[in-house]
């Protein structure tokens, strides 16, 4: 199969750094995205890991490691505004736009 | 950025109704965009891939005579649910990128809410 796990809630407080892992299946694997989604909105790209290691941009991280399939994205600072749904993603058949999407992670921010 | 407009944001309509779904790529051209569903507090699931020129392609369990995809232009898809039934009511999004490699991210629209009576 090709689908992906994350937890479903996470919480953190303002200022923190928090880590929202995701496991795939390794079937056909080429690649991990992640997306986020404030509630009623549009999901936004975040990054895209094709190969192991850490991709930074800004306050936001993520780290790929195909050996374990498992990605993670780390958020640093955190600002209430970072309150949200974050998804993991995968290329379905090596097609760009046929995203597998994980169930989300609720990221909420406390005061 | 590349931006992708999606209208109407939000319909209501009665059972049994048709309704279609506009989806713009404004600042690049796309001959693939793609539709999801997304229903409450789920995840997004692929619908469709809209080709410019052809015939979309549909994911699994989904009914092509329901959900009529055109793509007229290469900035333009419509997404078309017939015969509506309250089951269809979801969150439907539109999606594009002005590249072709993996790491092009997609661009979504900002969705339409419909919700069928």
């Known amino acids: 199969g090709q689908s992906l796990e994350q937890p479903s809630e996470v919480t953190a407080v303002e200022g923190a750094i928090v880590q929202i892992n995701c496991t795939y299946q390794t079937s056909g694997f080429y690649g991990l995205s992640w997306y986020q989604q404030h509630d009623g909105g549009a999901p936004t790209f975040l990054s895209y890991n094709a190969l192991d290691g850490l991709e930074e941009t800004g306050r936001f991280s993520s780290f790929l490691s195909r050996s374990d399939s498992y990605g993670y994205l780390l958020l640093q600072e955190l600002q209430m505004k970072d309150s949200a749904s974050y998804f993991c993603a995968r290329p379905s058949g090596g097609s760009q736009g046929n995203l597998i999407f994980g169930k989300g992670t609720k990221l909420s921010v406390k005061p | 950025g590349a931006v992708v407009s999606q209208h109407p944001s939000r319909v209501i309509c009665k059972s049994g109704t048709s309704v279609k779904i506009e989806c713009r790529s404004l600042d690049f051209q796309a001959t693939t965009m793609f539709w999801y569903r997304q229903f409450p507090k789920q995840s997004l699931m692929l619908m469709a891939t809209?080709?410019?020129?052809?015939?979309?392609?549909?994911e699994q369990g989904v009914e092509k005579d329901k959900f009529l995809i055109n793509h007229a232009s290469l900035t333009l898809s419509t997404l078309t649910v017939t015969s509506a039934h309250p089951e269809d009511s979801s969150f439907y999004i539109c999606?594009?990128?002005?590249?072709?490699?993996?790491?092009?991210?997609?661009?979504f629209g900002n969705g339409t809410r419909l919700t069928v009576t």
């Open positions: 999606s594009a990128s002005p590249g072709r490699g993996l790491n092009s991210p997609l661009h």
């Open positions: 809209s080709n410019e020129g052809s015939k979309a392609t549909y």
